[in-house]
């Protein structure tokens, strides 16, 4: 992976494929890494896009965060940083899960960068009040990549390759405590949901008709319904698309870039 160098000094790992414009950006989940992608990737015709993945800070080959922690600012000027360097200047960004939020704040502080914005599996812009003691149980799971592969598979309703699963669990177990706590209090925590109107990116929303986590449902009312330019695109999967669904996903990828174009 080649990285680039953030104004403070910490190194952000990212890997460019393809060729743009247009340039596609994605972000991981909790306790995930750019790798995370891989399998949708596969299914992407790169002769004519250019995709770009990076792991978060603290997340596998990345440095951690440091004075700013894991806010909400500093997530997005990482993403603008890797943009910079992978020379994407203007660029659609595609978040999974927790980071369907950072995509959300990237468009609400850099929209002059923005073209789109697609959101799996994607957190809402409000606070969510996940359980104390699942939070609990995720963060006892640090550095056991078998323990941590099984969060990943306890969201998923088809049947996902084994050697994904073992990859996300190997290098969730890379990542400290820091960031994953960090990460998931910024997550839960951090609201911006007042400031949602301002924001006019096309957006698509991508769902799994079985998630346990964010359903139909709420998908429609806390995350494509505050968008004034969303719509809904449900998959037969749970909550890990990109691992249980990958080709269905780069379909919708590459059907909402052709829209946008």
């Known amino acids: 992976m080649a990285a680039v160098t953030t104004q403070d000094g910490r190194s952000i ?3 460019r494929a393809g060729e743009g414009p247009p340039h596609l950006l994605f972000m991981h989940g909790w306790a995930g890494s750019g790798r995370y992608f891989d399998a949708a990737l596969e299914h992407l015709d790169l002769t004519h896009l250019s995709t770009v993945t990076f792991d978060l800070p603290g997340h596998h080959e990345s440095d951690p965060a440091t004075d700013g922690g894991y806010a909400l600012e500093r997530i997005a000027a990482d ?3 890797v943009a910079d360097a992978a020379e994407a200047r203007e660029f659609v ?3 999974f899960s927790m980071s369907a939020k950072f995509c959300q704040y990237l468009s609400l502080v850099a929209p002059d960068r923005i073209l789109g914005q697609i959101l799996v599996a994607g957190c809402p812009a409000g606070e969510l009040p ?7 149980d995720w963060l006892s799971r640090e550095g056991d990549p078998v323990r941590l592969a099984q969060v990943a598979e306890d969201y ?3 049947p996902v390759a084994r050697e994904l699963l073992e990859r996300f669990g190997r290098d969730a177990a890379t990542v400290g405590r ?4 960090g990460t998931l209090y910024t997550a839960t925590s951090s609201s911006f949901s007042d400031r949602l109107d301002s924001i006019t990116t096309p957006t698509l929303v991508i769902g799994g ?7 139909p449902d709420t998908l429609r009312a806390a995350v494509v319904a505050p968008l004034a330019r969303a ?16 080709r269905e996903l780069a379909a919708l990828i590459e059907a909402f870039l052709a829209g946008l174009n």
């Open 13 to 15: 790992a990212y890997s």
């Open 79 to 81: 993403a603008l940083a």
């Open 231 to 246: 719509r809904l695109a449900l998959v037969d999967s749970g909550h890990e698309i990109p691992i249980e669904a990958p």
């Open 130 to 136: 996940l359980p104390p003691e699942l939070m609990d």
């Open 93 to 95: 960004v595609l978040g």
């Open 209 to 215: 008709s079985g998630d346990p986590m964010f359903g």
């Open 178 to 181: 820091a960031a994953l706590e």
């Open 156 to 158: 998923t309703t088809r």
